[in-house]
């Protein structure tokens, strides 16, 4: 049998995550818009992972593989997923309670964007997170751009705050290994719109914590190494002309990540990179400066609850 159509599919990579996980998916039964499945994929954990995840069977779809990392259970999980929109989620961020509806009536306003960009804001304890849960809600603003290449403004990037049609979903804008995963995915998506940048309020937690991935500082070097190989390659979309936009962005992310892996003394790595990406960090800092003249453009719409009875999904097997 199959499932119904839902609005959002909520997609989970769950990998050792066994003390963090429960919360991350009581944020999504806790939404005040039901139109949404929850898919988990346990990537090969070795802690009690699974047993946590058992927990929520009669909600949420479990999958389970061997280790291949996030991107691949991501990738595992679009394929089960029957949502218009792919909401990604890390099993250790949280979505705030309100989010899921924010998003659809975002996407009823501009008429089924591509991507939603949405905004996160990161905690430690339980006082900053009751804060960001607690911001003013009543208004949602955003900025309309005709693609992520587009835009004009510097946004913190996290596969927790990306929400994206399903439709447009296939092997060339899936996730890949080798690579700095979110960076990477927008930069295949680049060319896809219109894109909705979210200013207000946020809709996402994210978590700080020893286990993030922003502390691997060496692997982030290797993998933004390959990114401008793939770039060099012309793998990435746009062509030439959009060629510079593409290496403005590799290019932020090149001079951040050699920057703090010079202080923590990975010197040959940083330096390396920073030699083999000088074109990219130029590139990026040409845009900076002409960005200071650019006008964006903020949209408001009302935040209005959803009428209706909330009911924890129930799964329907296949």
């Not at 692997?219 to 060629?243: D, V, W």
């Not at 845009?287 to 209706?308: C, F, L, V, W, Y």
Request: proline share 3%.
């Amino acid at each position: 049998m199959h499932k119904k159509k839902v609005v959002f599919s909520v997609i989970i990579p769950v990998y050792n995550r066994g003390s963090l996980v429960a919360e991350t998916i009581e944020s999504v039964l806790n939404q005040n818009f039901s139109d949404y499945e929850i898919i988990a994929v346990n990537d090969g954990s070795t802690d009690n992972s699974l047993q946590v995840l058992n927990q929520y069977k009669d909600s949420v779809r479990i999958i389970n593989q061997q280790n291949q990392g996030a991107e691949i259970a991501r990738n595992k999980a679009v394929e089960y997923a029957v949502g218009d929109y792919l909401v990604f989620l890390d099993s250790d961020d949280i979505l705030l309670p309100e989010s899921l509806s924010i998003y659809h009536q975002m996407i009823q306003s501009e008429s089924n964007p591509a991507l939603i960009f949405a905004r996160a804001c990161a905690f430690m304890d339980e006082k900053k997170l009751a804060e960001i849960k607690n911001e003013d809600k009543s208004l949602i603003c955003y900025t309309p751009v005709k693609d992520y290449l587009s835009k004009t403004e510097t946004v913190w990037l996290s596969t927790s705050i990306l929400v994206f049609k399903r439709a447009l979903w296939n092997e060339k804008t899936c996730f890949q290994k080798g690579t700095v995963d979110d960076l990477d995915f927008m930069l295949r998506i680049g060319t896809i719109g219109p894109v909705l940048i979210v200013k207000s309020p946020a809709t996402v937690a994210y978590r700080l914590h020893p286990g993030n991935s922003i502390h691997d500082i060496l692997i982030n070097l290797i993998r933004l190494n390959n990114m401008l190989s793939i770039e060099r390659k012309g793998e990435y979309p746009g062509g030439h002309k959009r060629k510079m936009e593409r290496m403005a962005v590799i290019g932020g992310h090149i001079f951040l990540w050699s920057i703090k892996g010079i202080k923590k003394r990975h010197y040959k790595e940083s330096i390396f990179l920073l030699i083999k990406g000088m074109p990219a960090i130029f590139a990026g800092a040409l845009k900076k400066i002409k960005n200071r003249k650019q006008k964006i453009e903020i949209k408001k719409i009302s935040n209005k609850k959803p009428e209706i009875e909330l009911t924890k999904n129930i799964i329907i097997p296949y």
